[in-house]
C-alpha cells in the first residue's frame, strides 16, 4: 500500500480564485469581510456543495450565523449572487449558490468600458469638454499624430488628459509630455498609467518639504513634470 504524499495533499487542496476578484472588489462595493465570504462559496462549490447554510458559511470565519446570513442577502440585492434551480442526475430539483453575476461584473462590465476608452468618436469630444472650448486645427492635427504616428491608444491618450487635469496643468505640450514619456518608460495600458499615476503622487505626498528646507531630489519624479513653461 502506497502512503500519501503531504506534498500531493498540498497540491490538490488548492482553491482557484479570480485574481481580478482580489483586486477590484472594492469597485463593486464590497468589504474584506463580503469578500471572504464570496471566497468561502467559492470554496464549498469546490467541495461539491453549492448551497452552503449561514451556518457552514460562517463556522470557519469570525462572524455570526445571522451576520453571514445578512451578507448574502446583500448580495444577492446587489446582483452579484443569485440562487437558481439545479437537477441532478436523478432529475432532483435542489437550490445553488451562484457567483456568475458577479464575475460578470468584473470582467464583462470592464472589458466594455475598455472598449469604450479605446474608441476614437468620443475622444475629440472629452477633450473640448475638458477644456471647455472648441479645440482648434492644430491640436485635432496633434491628437491624429497621437494615434496614426505615435500609435497611442485612445484609452491611454484619455489617461493623459486625465493626468493632466489632475496635476492641474491642461495643455496641449503637457499632455504630449506625458504621452512620449509613458511611451519611453514603456507604459501601453490604462492600468500601467494608473499605476504609475499612483506611485508618482505618493512619492510627491511623501517628498512635500516645507519651503525653507533643503531642496527636494526630483530625480524620483517624471521628467515630464520638469520644464514646465
Given amino acids: ?83 437558481e434551480p439545479r437537477e441532478n442526475e436523478k432529475g432532483q430539483i435542489s437550490e445553488a449558490y451562484s457567483v456568475q453575476p458577479l464575475l460578470e461584473k468584473l470582467y464583462h462590465e470592464e472589458k466594455e468600458q475598455e472598449q469604450e476608452e479605446n474608441t476614437t468618436g468620443t475622444i475629440f469630444i ?29 484609452a491611454l491618450i484619455k489617461a493623459g488628459l486625465r493626468e493632466s487635469v489632475l496635476m492641474g496643468k491642461l495643455n496641449f505640450k503637457y499632455i504630449d509630455r506625458i504621452l512620449r514619456e509613458w511611451k519611453k518608460k514603456g507604459i501601453h495600458s490604462v492600468e500601467q498609467a494608473r499605476n504609475a499615476s499612483r506611485k508618482f503622487h505618493s512619492h510627491q505626498q511623501v517628498n512635500q518639504q516645507p ?19
Fill in 126 to 154: 472629452l477633450f473640448e469638454q475638458e477644456f471647455g472650448r472648441p479645440i482648434s486645427p492644430f491640436e485635432i492635427e496633434m491628437i491624429n499624430s497621437w494615434l496614426d504616428e505615435d500609435e497611442i491608444s485612445p
Fill in 1 to 83: 500500500m502506497f502512503e500519501t504524499n503531504p506534498l500531493e495533499e498540498i497540491l490538490h487542496d488548492q482553491l482557484h480564485i479570480p485574481g481580478r476578484l482580489l483586486t477590484n472588489y472594492t469597485k463593486l462595493g464590497l468589504n474584506e469581510t463580503e469578500l471572504v465570504l464570496v471566497l468561502q462559496l467559492i470554496y464549498f462549490f469546490k467541495e461539491k456543495n453549492n448551497f452552503p447554510t449561514p451556518a457552514e458559511l460562517a463556522d470557519p470565519l469570525t462572524i455570526s450565523e445571522k451576520h453571514c446570513s445578512d451578507i448574502l442577502m446583500k448580495l444577492i440585492q446587489k446582483d452579484l449572487l443569485t440562487i
Fill in 211 to 229: 519651503a525653507q528646507t533643503v531642496k527636494r531630489d526630483t530625480s524620483i519624479y517624471y521628467n515630464w513634470l520638469e520644464g514646465e513653461d
